[in-house]
């Protein structure tokens, strides 16, 4: 045990041990900085995403009971269309069928 404090005493005492140790401590430091950015940046992403996807089934939501409302058949090819499109065109489709009365 006495031979451990001694080397690690004298190894402290060293300016290339402790040179290495300030830049492993910098490195860890740094890693982490980058790392909390890039949870940030997801998580904002994962909530920009989530908003549009919820727009986006509110949209259609809307659609399908429009369409209910005014007897207007909502096939499945007409499902799977409003599933690909994207939010400009579900506005688009909704403000077309109040107009229009149809699909």
């Given at each position: 045990m006495t031979?451990?404090?001694?080397?690690l005493s004298h190894?402290?005492?060293d300016p290339k041990v402790a040179s290495l140790s300030r830049e492993r401590e910098l490195a860890r430091i740094t890693h982490q900085?980058?790392?909390?950015?890039?949870r940030e940046?997801?998580?904002?992403?994962?909530?920009?995403e989530g908003l549009?996807?919820?727009r986006a089934?509110?949209?259609i939501e809307a659609?399908?009971?429009?369409?209910?409302?005014?007897?207007?058949?909502?096939?499945?090819t007409h499902h799977a269309s409003l599933q690909s499109m994207s939010?400009?065109?579900l506005r688009e489709q909704l403000a077309r069928i109040k107009r229009d009365r149809h699909w």
């Open positions: 031979e451990a404090k001694e080397t190894l402290s005492e900085i980058y790392m909390q950015g890039a940046e997801g998580l904002e992403k994962g909530r920009e549009e996807k919820g089934l509110g949209l659609i399908e009971s429009l369409c209910d409302a005014f007897s207007i058949e909502v096939t499945e939010l400009g065109q």
